[in-house]
């Protein structure tokens, strides 16, 4: 079936089955290979995307399920209208490359799009709360300690 989905601000028009996750769709249909398929089972994080703003794990919603929805995945950050925005790049794309928050890379999409979520959520965040809101992203290289750095570097400059 042909389904419309507004990714990044654009219309795409992509042929599915039913039964497509969003990751799937995004990753094998519309050719956005920059959210990344981990564990595929909602575990690790990887594949988290912003849905009308909020933090989802791809691989657990079906893409027929987001027709109406605004859908933004890593590659639809950077030259963004977001203010704080610095050669480029979205503020925590930016403070992932400042704080090098990113080891092998694999999780860093997903790490940053929950990053981003969770800003947009407006709460006071201390480094212990940051910790807490991003344990559903896993980073197998223990890049922990840098990406709360880099997130926390945002929230200060958000303050």
Same mark, same amino acid.
Request: proline share 2%; glycine share 12%.
């Given at each position: ?8 601000? $654009? +219309?795409?028009?992509?042929?599915? %089955? *039913?039964? =497509? ?7 094998? #249909?519309?050719? +956005?290979?920059?959210? /990344? /398929? ?7 994080? *990887?594949?988290? %995307?912003?849905? !009308? ?7 657990? =919603? +079906? $893409? ?7 859908? =933004? =995945?890593?590659?639809?950050l950077a030259g963004g209208p977001e203010p704080g925005s610095k050669?480029?790049? #979205?503020?925590?794309? $930016? $403070? &992932?490359?400042? #704080?090098?928050? &990113? ?13 981003v979520g969770l800003l947009a959520e407006g709460r006071t965040l ?19 300690? !840098?990406?709360?750095?880099a997130i926390a570097s945002v929230a200060e400059a958000r303050a």
């Open positions: 079936m042909r389904y419309s989905l507004r990714i990044n601000g $654009a +219309l795409r028009e992509v042929d599915l %089955v *039913a039964e =497509t996750t969003l990751l799937d769709a995004l990753r094998e #249909h519309a050719g +956005l290979t920059g959210t /990344k /398929k981990g564990c595929d089972r909602g575990q690790c994080g *990887a594949c988290t %995307v912003l849905i !009308n703003g909020r933090r989802v794990l791809s691989c657990l =919603t +079906l $893409a027929m399920m987001h027709g109406g929805d605004e859908i =933004t =995945t890593i590659e639809g050669d480029g790049l #979205h503020p925590v794309q $930016a $403070a &992932f490359v400042e #704080h090098d928050a &990113f080891q092998c890379g694999f999780c860093t999409s997903g790490q940053i799009m929950s990053a201390d480094r212990d709360t940051i910790r807490e809101r991003m344990s559903g992203n896993i980073c197998r290289c223990g890049a922990y300690p !840098n990406i709360v750095d």
